[in-house]
């Protein structure tokens, strides 16, 4: 399975008023194009930084379903978050590892996931549920399990070197997709503020 089907596959698990948080490089240019909307914050040029953004925006947005979607080059920028993440444990926070074993933007270099199991990792920190997935049906019963449990959950799924050629780049400015996202998070505090009046 490559990138790109994963990715249509988790967009196509997530309520209009789910919070997507998109890794550097070709995820959040492949979440772009396949539904762009304001609930999407594209991590442009800060690799390694997405699961402590996510837990952050998670413990203040607690009625708020919060989905990482990173590669393993991330993920593994970022291990220290992983326990703390656990610690701390959202309720509302669900984690998705897409792992192809390189770190594809600069060149498809080999990662160390190569090499280890980073779900079996993600599980021994203490995540509440760890799935894996290999193939677009197991990816689908692993999204309906994973997010429809409390958190934090985890999807570690393997995926394969290949790339969808001709992707644009993300075209909002760094500002726009801050600010859009700001605002959506707003609006459905609002939006949950006056269901509960």
Avoid: W
Avoid at 2 to 24: F, M, N, Q, V, Y
Avoid at 138 to 148: F, I, P, V
Avoid at 151 to 170: K, Y
Wanted: glycine letters at 8%; aromatic letters at 4%.
């Amino acid at each position: 399975m490559d990138r790109r089907t994963a990715i249509e596959r988790i967009l196509s698990h997530l309520e209009p008023t789910d919070l997507l948080l998109a890794t550097t490089g070709m995820t959040s240019r492949e979440a772009f194009v396949t539904d762009d909307r304001p609930g999407n914050f594209y991590m442009i040029g800060s690799m390694g930084l997405l699961s402590s953004f996510g837990l952050g925006l998670a413990l203040l947005n607690s009625h708020l379903r919060v989905v990482i979607v990173e590669g393993d080059g991330s993920a593994l920028m970022s291990l220290g978050a992983v326990p703390l993440v656990a610690y701390e444990a959202p309720d509302n926070l669900h984690h998705i590892i897409l792992d192809n074993g390189v770190y594809q933007s600069t060149g498809a270099q080999v990662s160390i996931s190569s090499r280890l199991d980073l779900g079996k990792i993600v599980a021994a920190a203490g995540y509440r549920l760890t799935l894996s997935a290999y193939d677009p049906d197991s990816l689908d019963r692993a999204l309906a399990t994973a997010l429809h449990s409390g958190g934090p959950t985890c999807v570690h799924v393997r995926i394969d070197v290949s790339q969808v050629e001709g992707i644009p780049r993300v075209t909002h400015a760094p500002e726009a997709i801050r600010d859009r996202f700001a605002e959506a998070v707003q609006d459905t505090r609002a939006g949950d503020a006056s269901t509960r009046r």
